[in-house]
């Protein structure tokens, strides 16, 4: 009878733990929701809440491997470390990147540019005005061994105004900005209403991998161009630059 009085409370208590567990992470999952759909109040706000979201999205996904162990295996307190440890490993290193990563986004967005994109890390302001008086908005960040840049093209302005413009045309300007810089082995596709143009240059002894990607839209022209080590070319960051790009 005394053994039954002891254990009955901590069997009480240990039936409280996985549910307080599943709410947590419920928790965690809506603040990361509401950071995403009310928190930001500018371009860059909006860069971060998505990166923000997408961490809290992993860190809630890996929860999964605690939940599957306790499937099979009886609940028990005194046998939760296990699985809630290995838990927060796999959070760290699913998760822990992104929190990194969401503080360190920018976006470019400019005011009538039909486009936006996302950068990580630090960026320079790189504005320039065309022959006919359009001024050309522009953003890039560069490295020793790469460089990510963007560029949007108004249509009209200063003395100058052009229509719609064909795939074939855009394809012709990007392979002249190729040829200006002397790069080989060029490849012209189109991707997703984009015209997409790679190739290769040699910077000392790094052999270098270039992207090209121009896309229209209603009021302005967007050019995206980046190179990096042809080894592991595109790295994770100037993969996500290139699919960040999205209509206003």
């Given amino acids: 009878m005394k053994t039954f009085i002891t254990e009955q409370p901590k069997q009480a208590a240990n039936s409280w733990v996985l549910p307080l567990f599943l709410l947590a992470i419920c928790i965690a999952g809506t603040v990361g929701g509401s950071l995403y759909f009310e928190w930001p109040q500018t371009e860059d706000e909006l860069a971060r809440s998505y990166a923000f979201g997408r961490a809290m999205g992993?860190?809630?996904?890996?929860?999964?491997?605690?939940?599957?162990?306790?499937?099979?295996?009886?609940?028990r307190l005194s046998r939760s470390k296990g699985p809630l440890v290995l838990w927060l490993a796999l959070m760290v290193i699913s998760a822990g990147g992104n929190f990194r990563r969401a503080y360190q986004v920018t976006e470019f967005a400019p005011d009538g540019c039909d486009f936006r994109v996302r950068f990580i890390g630090p960026t320079e302001i790189n504005d320039s005005t065309l022959p006919d008086g359009r001024s050309v908005q522009g953003k890039d960040q560069a490295g020793d061994k790469y460089y990510r840049g963007?560029?949007?093209?108004?249509?009209?302005?200063?003395?100058?105004?052009?229509?719609?413009?064909?795939?074939?045309?855009?394809?012709?300007?990007?392979?002249?900005?190729?040829?200006?810089?002397?790069?080989?082995?060029?490849?012209?596709?189109?991707?997703?209403?984009?015209?997409?143009?790679?190739?290769?240059?040699q910077r000392g002894p790094d052999r270098l991998k270039w992207r090209f990607l121009a896309k229209e839209g209603p009021n302005s022209l967007v050019i995206l161009h980046a190179f990096g080590p042809i080894s592991d070319f595109p790295q994770e960051d100037t993969a996500e630059f290139f699919q960040s790009l999205r209509r206003k």
């Fill in 150 to 201: 963007a560029q949007c093209i108004p249509k009209s302005g200063g003395s100058g105004q052009i229509g719609e413009i064909d795939k074939k045309s855009l394809g012709l300007a990007l392979t002249t900005m190729a040829s200006r810089i002397n790069l080989t082995g060029l490849a012209l596709v189109e991707e997703n209403d984009a015209v997409v143009l790679t190739g290769n240059s």
């Fill in 58 to 75: 992993r860190a809630t996904v890996v929860a999964i491997v605690p939940l599957v162990w306790w499937t099979f295996v009886k609940f």
